[in-house]
């Protein structure tokens, strides 16, 4: 099956600074990349996605961008406020409706 | 518009106890999963279904779990006996059939097994 790794496992970073997240993927015939939100005891949360037929998408302060030859993608956030501290989740899914996770980042902005 | 419900929110039991967890998946929703999430890590499928078919349960302990969507819409985990190392927080998710797509998830129920 796909195997997803991602890094760093911890991030802390300035208000105002940009925060980066970096994500692998084995399986060459993964095409849809979401990146999961997930606050302290709550629920996993879309925040934005790739499809592999693109490079990069922007909504607002997130980016995402991907390079299928590597089989990595990254998530890119600007001007960091202390709400977007949470622990992010990349995915991959290589068809069949399976999606499968990194292992997580734990981002804290400090104020 | 509901989103996915799962109960209970919390279960603690001893070991060797059974326990089931129950999700009711969003309207319409054909596609539904049941993901392990441990502590500081991501989520790990379980077991998906396609409307009543479990389509995937690969990954699934058949010796101590099951799981069943009857009718395609509400699903039950169970696991008997529980063990120590089943304390996690089980989450359920649900999404349109078809392809990828968002995966809509529910608050989850945590597990913990003394």
């Known amino acids: 099956g796909e195997n997803v790794e991602q890094h760093p496992s911890t991030l802390s970073v300035q208000e105002g600074d940009s925060a980066v997240i970096k994500c692998t993927y084995s399986d060459s015939a993964s095409n849809y990349f979401p990146w999961y939100k997930q606050e302290l005891g709550k629920r996993p949360q879309l925040i934005i996605d790739?499809?592999?037929?693109?490079g990069e998408k922007k909504d607002q302060r997130i980016a995402v961008t991907l390079n299928k030859t590597a089989k990595h993608f990254s998530l890119h956030i600007t001007e960091t406020q202390p709400e977007d501290s949470a622990v992010y989740f990349c995915a991959a899914s290589p068809g069949a409706n399976n999606l499968f996770f990194g292992t997580g980042t734990r981002l804290t902005v400090i104020p | 518009e509901a989103g996915v419900v799962q109960s209970p929110r919390y279960k603690i039991i001893e070991k060797k106890q059974p326990v089931a967890f129950w999700c009711n998946p969003i309207?319409?929703?054909?596609?539904l999963y049941w993901y392990l999430q441990n502590l500081g890590q991501g989520p790990e499928l379980l077991i998906r279904y396609e409307n009543e078919e479990a389509v995937d349960d690969s990954q699934l302990p058949k010796d101590r779990f099951s799981a069943e969507r009857l009718k395609g819409v509400d699903s039950t985990l169970k696991i008997q006996p529980a063990e120590l190392g089943d304390s996690a927080v089980y989450l359920c998710a649900s999404r349109l059939a078809g392809g990828t797509g968002e995966l809509f998830f529910g608050e989850g129920s945590r597990l913990t097994v003394l």
């Open positions: 309207s319409g929703h054909n596609t």
């Open positions: 790739i499809r592999s037929n693109v």
